[in-house]
């Protein structure tokens, strides 16, 4: 199974841009299709962003499109989630996921999926 680190979060005002890491060890990322999830205090956790494994095809969230862009360095075995024109409604936080189902730009965890431990992204109005 992959270990997976994030990073980057933090507390930003609204309008501003953040852009989390989430670095991968134990194997190599470039067969997994990767996503980012989120899950604010009292609410159920949902997707954010997906990409396959070859990174040429995303998906987002509605909430997310044209602020949000997911992107991944298999060389370094790293995913990246690029966070322009944060709102308050995007405070959560976010998780990287490795070995997601991902067919015909629809996403979801499997049993086998790979989680990080999370980082909290905090914005204030």
């Known amino acids: 199974q992959v270990q997976l680190v994030e990073s980057g979060g933090g507390l930003v005002q609204a309008g501003d841009s953040l852009r989390l890491s989430c670095t991968a060890s134990?194997?190599?990322?470039?067969?997994?299709?990767m996503g980012w999830f989120r899950q604010a205090p009292g609410k159920e956790r949902e997707s954010v962003a997906a990409?396959?494994?070859?990174?040429?095809?995303?998906t987002y969230a509605d909430s997310v499109k044209g602020r949000f862009t997911i992107s991944r360095d298999n060389a370094k075995n790293t995913l990246y989630l690029q966070m322009n024109s944060l709102r308050p409604e995007d405070t959560a936080v976010y998780y990287c996921?490795?070995?997601?189902?991902?067919?015909?730009?629809?996403?979801?965890?499997?049993?086998?999926?790979?989680w990080g431990q999370g980082t909290q992204v905090t914005v204030s109005s």
């Open positions: 990409i396959s494994s070859g990174g040429t095809s995303t």
């Open positions: 134990g194997r190599t990322i470039s067969n997994y299709a």
């Open positions: 996921a490795a070995g997601l189902i991902y067919y015909s730009g629809t996403y979801s965890p499997r049993s086998t999926t790979s």
